[in-house]
T-cell receptor, first 114, second 113 residues
Framework: DTAVSQTPKYLVTQMGNDKSIKCEQNLGHDTMYWYKQDSKKFLKIMFSYNNKELIINETVPNRFSPKSPDKAHLNLHINSLELGDSAVYFC?????????????FGPGTRLTVL | AQSVTQLDSQVPVFEEAPVELRCNYSSSVSVYLFWYVQYPNQGLQLLLKYLSGSTLVKGINGFEAEFNKSQTSFHLRKPSVHISDTAEYFCAVSLSGYSTLTFGKGTMLLVSP
């Protein structure tokens, strides 16, 4: 069983569209994250949720809205997609919010905005 | 604010040779240090981490790293690399009280026969 899974793996869409990426973890973790990896492979935190509550929001445009229906799921909805949103989006989870907790990453969703 | 510098964007090496991937960080408070590996078209996997205690940390796949507080470094080493070690390697830090990771820009390790 995959520990952290994301769907879809690839997403190609037009500018202006709205799209969602789903993430699920079966590790029983309390904390989940979204990271963005740009074309130069630079990884940056976007959001962090603990027990379904938003705890970190790193100056991400309002067009990005995370939603956590339960502890095992963290979805990312993006409105009015722009060319600059093209990237690989990684979901991750950790046991808790301790800075020493290992984060487990999903396989990524490659978003291409045309 | 903390930052992480990986000095080499690419490190080419021959199979069975030793390798060192460099990582320096800057922070005014205590940090926790991590190395993650990303194989092509995959997510990140933890290689090793330093939280406290012994400054020499051993990880998976024969990798180890040494925490040097005075030089604010956490270099990754392997005495003999394999072709299968070809991947992107990321150094990351988290601060006391925060669980989010700040990543370096990555180092591509290219192992050739």
């Amino acid at each position: 069983d995959t520990a952290v899974s994301q769907t879809p793996k690839y997403l190609v869409t037009q500018m202006g569209n709205d799209k969602s990426i789903k993430c699920e973890q079966n590790l029983g973790h309390d904390t989940m994250y979204w990271y963005k990896q740009d074309s130069k492979k630079f990884l940056k935190i976007m959001f962090s949720y603990n027990n379904k509550e938003l705890i970190i929001n790193e100056t991400v445009p309002n067009r990005f809205s995370p939603k956590s229906p339960d502890k095992a799921h963290l979805n990312l909805h993006i409105n009015s997609l722009e060319l600059g949103d093209s990237a690989v989006y990684f979901c991750a989870s950790s046991q808790g919010t301790s800075p020493g907790d290992t984060q487990y990453f999903g396989p990524g969703t490659r978003l291409t905005v045309l | 604010a903390q930052s992480v510098t990986q000095l080499d964007s690419q490190v080419p090496v021959f199979e069975e040779a030793p390798v060192e991937l460099r990582c320096n960080y800057s922070s005014s408070v205590s940090v926790y240090l991590f190395w993650y590996v990303q194989y092509p078209n995959q997510g990140l996997q933890l290689l090793l981490k330093y939280l406290s205690g012994s400054t020499l940390v051993k990880g998976i796949n024969g990798f180890e790293a040494e925490f040097n507080k005075s030089q604010t470094s956490f270099h990754l080493r392997k005495p003999s690399v394999h072709i299968s070690d070809t991947a992107e390697y990321f150094c990351a830090v988290s601060l006391s009280g925060y669980s989010t990771l700040t990543f370096g820009k990555g180092t591509m390790l290219l192992v050739s026969p």
